[in-house]
């Protein structure tokens, strides 16, 4: 019998630092990946944490982390060339196939931009693929943006908004909540676009009334308990909201249901 929790050794091919506490690392990897998945990493006498997924390409993934605790400080200490362990991937992830030929929202928060940049990257180089592609990310300060690059892709896109909730001197771009510029957008067909939203729990909440209250209906909108995810399996039951395993029925879920998940 296979044990489950029995990780494999990824080697490290690139580090990209992009605050003190927060770095992206490309790990080596070649399997069926889906963006909103998320991966297990571990090293020896330190534990492991769940990883969300913020990169796939030909031969590795990307796993954004941040400094958190006992493994990823460990982790931090790790540089190209140098591998730790991984087990997954895990959780349903996003379906961009049911995206496609439709009016697509994204709104993320902070690190919750980490689930969805695959999302936005795909779209991005494919705005053929939806029927209208609108973005909003924010995040606490200037210094807290992550993914640069990217970003600089993104705001090719006339659809794409980067607000701060708090200005530091010199910072010249949008500021306030996500929330502020849901307003601002003009749906085509509002009873069939898509909406995905991921950060805190209060930000999802409350984008997630936003849209609603515009007419936007609730089975359109897309949510990522991320946060929630533990084991990966399903087993330690930290995962559990109301009837349903994060790990295992998530950590994507349609708000409809996402509504009635209570920790």
């Known amino acids: 019998m296979d044990n489950l929790y029995k990780p494999f050794l990824s080697k490290i091919l690139k580090v990209n630092p992009h605050t003190d506490i927060e770095y992206t ?3 080596e990897y070649a399997g069926e990946v889906k963006p909103g998945q998320f991966f297990e990493v571990s090293i020896p006498k330190y534990g492991e944490a769940p990883i969300s997924i913020s990169g796939i390409g030909d031969g590795w993934v990307e796993l954004t982390i941040r400094r958190v605790g006992k493994v990823t400080s460990e982790l931090f200490e790790s540089s190209e060339g140098k591998s730790f362990f991984m087990r997954g991937p895990y959780g349903n992830g996003f379906d961009l196939d049911l995206y496609k030929g439709k009016q697509l929202v994204v709104v993320a928060g902070g690190t919750g931009v980490s689930p969805v940049r695959g999302v936005i990257n795909h779209f991005s180089r494919n705005l053929g693929q939806v029927d209208g592609f609108s973005v909003i990310v924010g995040f606490r300060s200037p210094e807290d943006i992550l993914f640069s690059d990217d970003i600089a892709l993104w705001k090719e896109n006339k659809g794409f908004t980067l607000t701060v909730d708090h200005a530091s001197e010199g910072y010249t771009g949008s500021q306030g909540m996500v929330t502020k510029y849901i307003p601002d957008i003009q749906f085509k067909d509002i009873n069939t676009a898509q909406i995905v939203i991921v950060g805190p729990p209060r930000m999802m909440t409350a984008c997630a009334g936003a849209f609603i209250e515009r007419g936007v ?21 930290h995962c559990r909201m109301s009837h349903k395993y994060v790990c295992l029925d998530g950590p994507v879920f349609n708000y409809a249901d996402a509504k009635h998940l209570v920790d």
């Open 217 to 237: 209906p609730e089975e359109n909108i897309w949510i990522s308990h991320e946060r929630r995810m533990s084991c990966g399996l399903g087993k330690c039951g």
């Open 25 to 27: 690392f490309r790990m």
